[in-house]
């Protein structure tokens, strides 16, 4: 044992007996010690002595939470869709014990101020452990480091439009922006879809007359996103910015992203469950419901993206949680849909029942839900793992007991989901952040405000090109 249980310097409250403990390399029978936020062992199974707290995971797997990169919870100034409680409590039903949580609030998290109002939400509110994102954009390149100072997680970028409309930063100050965060070993979210193209066709699409669901999907094709993450590549290779592609929804531009890897880009990339498993004949079924971005596309993507995930292309699942209201998502014409639903509470039944169903095994799913966004955000192995050390953030599930998921028992206010009637062949029975139970059976047991940043800390900046960045030319003297 690598720890201080048998000297007894360590203090045990718990312990998770009877389990199948998972990691990206390993399925073990095992029991778990927990003392106060942490995990201090995983033991064969039975040498622990009682705990204050007995917890008895017959039957079930112990899986690291899932570390969730993309989710949308809108508060400050969208709390009619979701608020810091209502969005955590999801995760928290989900499994899902750390998110990374998106700037397109009203303020959008682009200043300090907007970032100290959130934080101050969020650590009043969250049943899970959360970072928190800054904006960039065309105007606040003087307030990046300010930002990064103030405590945010990463920076999104948002290259296309989505909810919110957060105007697309000029190509000069994405450059700009990459410069700076390159210098501070930061990593940039883009949403990576061309703005121009899409305004384009849409304006074009609705002068004629079309507003049925699948224009939405006509106004964004492959190439906004092939454009858009070549580009996003280029700044990173070019700067050394640390870059993380939201949302992949198709086999184009997997390419770019494969070559980027080999050449040694620190370029990180998620889909969704929507992507992998959902295609336009659900939008034709589901209307506005399934009005995302990016589009849901015709069959065939979701087939590359699983093989992009197999193969180390694609590195995580996020779910990209973006809950709207019934009313803001149902209108006959498309464009008066809102853009996204919510999938934080889902996605790891789904994608366990997908474990089930044989198209990836419990150990690469950690690996995608868990390790590699942990390491992708600077904060493995206390996060995205289950050994001694770690935060006791943990998931237990029964493999063997389904479900239908219901857009009634989710805890998100949107209850506008696309997988109402889904039917799910695993359960979560328990979610544990940092060695308390906040979820069990189904019930949300958690205390408001028990989540708390994540610490993070990413490996050294790596800037490339320093000598002709904006700081080079333009503030530095000559013959820097
Ligand atoms: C997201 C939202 O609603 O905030 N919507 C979406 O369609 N995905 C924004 C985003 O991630 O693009
Ligand atoms: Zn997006």
């Not at 697309?168 to 922006?177: F, I, K, Q, R, Y």
Request: hydrophobic fraction near 40%.
């Amino acid at each position: 044992m690598d720890d201080g249980l048998e000297d007894g310097t360590v203090t045990v409250d718990t312990v998770i007996r009877n389990g199948k403990v998972v990691s990206p390399s390993s399925t073990v029978e095992a029991d778990v010690a927990i003392g106060g936020d942490v995990v201090v062992a995983v033991t064969a199974p039975g040498v622990l002595p009682e705990a204050a707290a007995e917890i008895d995971a017959s039957g079930c797997y112990v899986l690291p939470g899932a570390v969730d990169s993309h989710v949308h919870f809108r508060e400050p100034g969208y709390e009619h869709k979701e608020d810091w409680e209502t969005g955590t409590a999801a995760a928290a039903c989900g499994g899902t014990t750390t998110v990374f949580e998106m700037p397109n609030t009203d303020p959008p998290t682009g200043s300090v101020e907007a970032l100290r109002l959130k934080q101050e939400l969020a650590a009043a509110q969250a049943h899970v452990d959360y970072g928190i994102y800054g904006l960039l954009d065309e105007n606040n390149i003087d307030d990046l480091e300010s930002l990064i100072e103030a405590g945010v997680s990463g920076f999104k970028c948002f290259m296309g439009n989505t909810f919110g409309d957060l105007p697309a930063p000029s190509d000069g100050a994405m450059l700009e922006g990459f410069e700076i965060l390159a210098r501070h070993g930061y990593r940039c979210t883009v949403h990576a879809e061309n703005a121009s193209i899409m305004a384009r066709r849409q304006q074009r699409m609705e002068a004629a007359g079309r507003s049925d669901a699948l224009a939405h999907l006509a106004a964004r094709p492959e190439i906004c996103a092939v454009e858009a993450v070549g580009r996003a590549v280029a700044f990173a290779e070019w700067t050394g910015a640390r870059l993380h592609i939201a949302h992949k929804s198709s086999a184009d531009a997997l390419y770019i992203l494969r070559d980027a890897k080999a050449r040694g880009v620190d370029v990180t990339v998620e889909t969704c469950p929507q992507y992998l498993l959902l295609d336009t004949r659900d939008v034709e079924r589901l209307g506005g419901v399934l009005r995302v971005n990016p589009p849901i596309r015709e069959p065939g993507h979701g087939e590359a993206l699983w093989q992009a995930l197999h193969d180390g292309v694609i590195d995580m699942i996020a779910t990209d949680h973006a809950p709207h209201q019934p009313y803001e998502k149902s209108d006959s014409n498309i464009w008066r849909c809102d853009c996204g639903f919510p999938g934080v509470e889902t996605q790891m039944p789904i994608m366990l029942t997908q474990v089930n169903a044989g198209r990836l095994d419990i150990n690469q799913y950690v690996r995608w839900s868990a390790a590699a966004p942990a390491l992708a955000w600077g904060c493995y192995p206390r996060k995205g793992v289950i050994q001694s050390g770690s935060d006791a953030d943990i998931a237990i599930v029964d493999m063997g007991r389904g479900g239908i998921i219901d857009r009634e028992a989710i805890h998100s206010k949107s209850k506008m989901t696309p997988w109402h009637g889904f039917e799910t062949t695993a359960t979560i029975v328990r979610t544990m952040v940092r060695g308390r139970t906040v979820m069990e059976n189904g019930r949300l047991v958690g205390e408001r405000g028990w989540g708390r940043p994540v610490p993070q800390s990413m490996p050294e900046p790596r800037p490339r090109n320093e000598n002709k960045t904006m700081d080079a030319i333009v503030r530095k003297p000559p013959g820097f």
